[in-house]
């Protein structure tokens, strides 16, 4: 046979890989463009019937193109055999339809050996679907050597399969074409190496290279392109383009960028638009949709569709939907259906179910049967896990082993946990150690943590230095600082510390504040210095209120106070009935004022 001409269009199918040009694939979508064809087909018949070449090739490639097999293959066998190279690209796609791959593949390879990039790629793939890897890389060199995107693209695919590091340049060869779906994976690789790097220098340039592709490809209709661009895009902080993308991924049938859609929609104080798309997600099986769906029924108080959402979760293989049942069913205090739930989640491998279950077991009195899932969860990364351990071995009495777990959980950011840990070395007397665990507590909101390194470093405050005329100059410490942290938080201890510091400084008014909090949420300190307070102010009545209510709570001094005030009136015997209950409460100074205040109205009521 003579060297094959290639005067006609190269018609490929979408088996392979759906072509990009619109000369391969493109068809007439309005009358207009049809009634041209049709003019165009009965023109090339004309020619073909006189014997034109080219004619029979593009009359075959369009009836090929419109799927009529069996009027296309004359011509194209008949346009063939002159010599057409496109023609026996265009016959190797027919007798692949029919379902003669190998016939087909020998065409292919003529119209590749003549110099065709179509059937060059045709054939590459051929071999690969064949097993024949070495055959197939050769071909779509060829393919992807003479420039045909789908070509870049297959090889690009077949050295990524056996891991050869040449994919990535090939990969970009083709996104640079416009392949929308090298664009995504090259996107993906990229971000792969990104994570690998995010230590490394070049961590962000690689990360904008990532978001070039994905735009690319997004733009281009990938709707998973789409869904991670939105990712990125709203990690950023970008909301609102974020949205548009997750939208348009969402409307291509994407459920993932439907779910992250309703969260973002969610985040917007919008919920009503947000269950309409967790709505269409949970449907199409996303599994995260559908937990969410049941979260925000839970709310709504409507648990038994709560429940029905989270069983769809749980059918779509998420095991959040199981413990989440789990969740619901110990709100409702259906003990034995939400251990049967976390059960089925701590064993499909979910660190917060075997926590809850843990937690279940031991309220139940279970302690042997607790300890492992604490254990499992723990190991799985759980850090309230981690610290209900250190819980349960400090009960036992089994300090180090208790350390040790809330030490995990510390440096982990448990805030209980690190606060357990600076009184431990508090005890220890590693008073460094100690403030570093009690500063990363008190700054995670802990008021008992807060309290307790104000007076780590109340101990350690300098005498307050004199003015020159011997007046005392207060200068604002920050262990006052960390007192009045912890005593905005309602941390009672703090409160009258920071009641006597006020006190200290003349500033009775902030002094009775605090001291009136601490005393009302049951400070029996507060309520005795607020009654020395009130009493320094002339209003002993109000003082005595204070006092028996501090006395009545165990304050030895309260009690000795309110003797004195009752001896003073002339109520001896109100007097002595204190002064008994001074003695017993102490401590041991009080105990033996009171007992000798006692005595004396004894004589005074027996003269």
Not at 216 to 225: I, L, N, T
Not at 230 to 258: F, N, P, V
Not at 398 to 403: D, K, V
Not at 560 to 587: F, K, T
Request: net charge negative; charged share 30%.
């Amino acid at each position: 046979m003579d060297v094959m001409g290639d005067k006609a269009t190269l018609f490929e199918t979408g088996r392979f890989v759906q072509p990009s040009s619109r000369e391969d694939t493109d068809t007439p979508d309005d009358a207009g463009e049809i009634a041209d064809e049709a003019a165009e087909e009965l023109r090339q018949r004309l020619a073909a019937e006189a014997g034109d070449v080219e004619a029979m090739s593009v009359l075959g490639a369009m009836l090929l193109r419109r799927g009529d097999l069996d009027g296309a293959e004359p011509h194209l066998r008949a346009a063939t055999a002159a010599g057409d190279r496109a023609a026996a690209n265009n016959l190797g796609v027919l007798l692949h339809q029919r379902g003669y791959a190998d016939e087909a593949a020998g065409w292919w390879r003529i119209a590749a050996v003549a110099g065709s990039a179509a059937a060059a790629h045709a054939l590459g793939r051929h071999h690969r679907e064949r097993g024949d890897e070495p055959a197939a890389e050769y071909w779509l060199r060829q393919s992807t050597e003479q420039g045909h995107t789908l070509g870049a693209y297959a090889l690009a695919d077949l050295l990524e399969h056996r891991g050869d590091a040449g994919a990535e340049k090939w990969m970009r060869v083709a996104a640079e074409r416009g392949h929308r779906e090298a664009a995504y994976r090259l996107a993906r690789a990229l971000d792969r190496k990104a994570a690998r790097e995010a230590d490394g220098g070049n961590g962000v340039q690689v990360l904008d290279e990532v978001e070039q592709w994905y735009r690319q490809a997004a733009a281009r209709g990938h709707r998973r392109a789409a869904l991670h661009l939105g990712t990125i895009l709203e990690k950023r902080g970008e909301l609102k383009e974020a949205g548009r993308w997750y939208l348009t991924s969402a409307k291509d049938g994407e459920a993932r960028a439907a779910c992250a859609l309703g969260f973002l929609l969610r985040d917007a104080g919008d919920t009503e638009n947000a269950a309409v798309w967790w709505l269409r997600a949970a449907q199409d099986g996303d599994g995260n949709a559908a937990n969410a769906l049941g979260a925000l029924h839970a709310e709504r108080g409507e648990t038994q569709t709560a429940e029905r959402w989270y069983r769809a979760a749980m059918d779509a293989g998420d095991v959040n939907g199981a413990y989440n049942l789990g969740l619901l069913c110990a709100e409702q205090g259906r003990t034995a259906q939400a251990e049967q739930w976390y059960r089925r989640a701590a064993y499909a491998g979910h660190r917060e179910a075997a926590n809850a279950l843990a937690i279940l077991l031991l309220r139940g009195g279970d302690e042997t049967g607790a300890e492992p899932w604490f254990s499992k969860a723990a190991e799985a990364g759980s850090v309230d896990a981690a610290f209900n351990l250190g819980i349960l071995h400090a009960g036992r009495g089994e300090e180090q082993a208790a350390l040790r777990w809330y030490e995990r959980a510390a440096a982990a950011g448990h805030t209980e946990a690190a606060l357990q840990v600076g009184m431990a070395r508090l005890r220890d007397g590693d008073e460094q150690e100690a403030e570093r665990h009690l500063r990363c507590a008190a700054g995670g909101g802990s008021a008992e943590a807060a309290y307790r390194l104000a007076t780590v470093l109340d101990a350690r405050r300098p005498p307050e230095p004199a003015h020159e005329l011997g007046e005392p100059v207060h200068r604002r410490s920050e262990c006052e600082e960390w007192y009045e942290r912890a005593a905005s938080q309602g941390h009672r201890r703090a409160q009258v510390r920071v009641g006597m510091l006020a006190a200290a400084r003349g500033d009775v008014v902030e002094a009775a504040r605090w001291y009136r909090e601490a005393a009302e949420a049951g400070s029996r300190n507060g309520a005795f210095n607020l009654g020395l307070l009130l009493a320094r102010e002339g209003s002993e009545p109000e003082a005595a209120v204070w006092w028996t209510r501090a006395a009545d709570a165990g304050h030895g001094r309260a009690a000795l106070r309110l003797a004195l005030v009752y001896a003073r009136r002339g109520e001896l015997a109100e007097g002595q009935r204190w002064a008994d209950r001074a003695v017993a409460l102490g401590p041991g100074s009080v105990a033996e004022r009171a007992a000798r205040l006692r005595d004396a109205l004894r004589q005074e009521l027996s003269a």
